[in-house]
């Protein structure tokens, strides 16, 4: 079975630049989130998806960050125009929710520098 | 409100010996309590929970946790480490009612040949 794939795997942009995001999750997973994570940090929630719809964005910067899930599949998160303090990692993760516990599956991240 | 500390930044252990990392937790209800580990340059990967049942919780690569409801704590063992096992550890806990997961700042775990 295929993990949770990201891309890309590395970015440097210059701030004030956009830069997107992209998560395809383990087929079958209807719920996804976007984490960010500083080093030597546990994660952040940024957004939590159930199918297409965004049930937990409170922590989301709205204005400069978006993310869609048109297709309730994958998913792409976007900051736009970018700052110095985004430089972390972005962890898109997925699980199956039931009436037991949703483990969460992890990609392997995207690591954004800006300079 | 839900939290979770991880009291200890960095643990050493020698190889072979038995490793604790140590996890507690504040919920209002019923928690459920999860280990993941991350290598350098790796996404988190899922170790192990504790939803109900038995208080220990056994997993991957030989790790076991130890749910301990009257001291809300869920520390992850292992009976003897490898130097494999070196990486960054993450508590998390949720309540049975909430799906939003809390995670702690992590431990660094360092096994030494």
């Known amino acids: 079975e295929a993990g949770v794939v990201q891309s890309p795997r590395y970015k440097i942009i210059e701030k004030k630049q956009p830069v997107a995001f992209w998560c395809n999750p383990i087929s079958g997973h209807n719920t996804l989130y976007w984490y960010l994570q500083n080093l030597g940090q546990g994660p952040e929630l940024l957004i939590r998806y159930e199918n297409e719809e965004a049930v937990d964005d409170s922590q989301l910067p709205k204005d400069r960050f978006s993310a869609e899930r048109l297709k309730g599949v994958d998913s792409t998160l976007k900051i736009q125009p970018a700052e110095l303090g985004d430089s972390a990692v972005y962890l898109c993760a997925s699980s199956l929710r039931t009436s037991g516990s949703d483990e969460q599956f992890f990609g392997p991240g995207t690591r954004l520098t800006v300079l | 409100a839900q939290s979770v500390a991880q009291p200890e930044d960095q643990v050493n252990v020698a190889e072979g010996n038995p490793l604790t990392v140590k996890c507690t937790y504040s919920?209002?209800?019923?928690?459920?309590l999860f280990w993941y580990v991350q290598y350098p340059n790796r996404g988190l990967q899922f170790l192990l929970k504790?939803?109900?049942?038995d208080n220990l919780v056994k997993g991957s690569y030989g790790f076991e946790a130890e749910f301990n409801k009257s001291q809300t704590s869920f520390h992850l063992k292992k009976p003897s480490a490898l130097v494999s096992d070196s990486a960054l550890y993450f508590c998390a806990v949720r309540e049975d009612s909430n799906y939003q997961l809390i995670w702690g700042a992590g431990t660094k775990l360092i096994i030494k040949p």
């Open positions: 919920v209002s209800g019923n928690p459920y």
């Open positions: 504790y939803i109900t049942g």
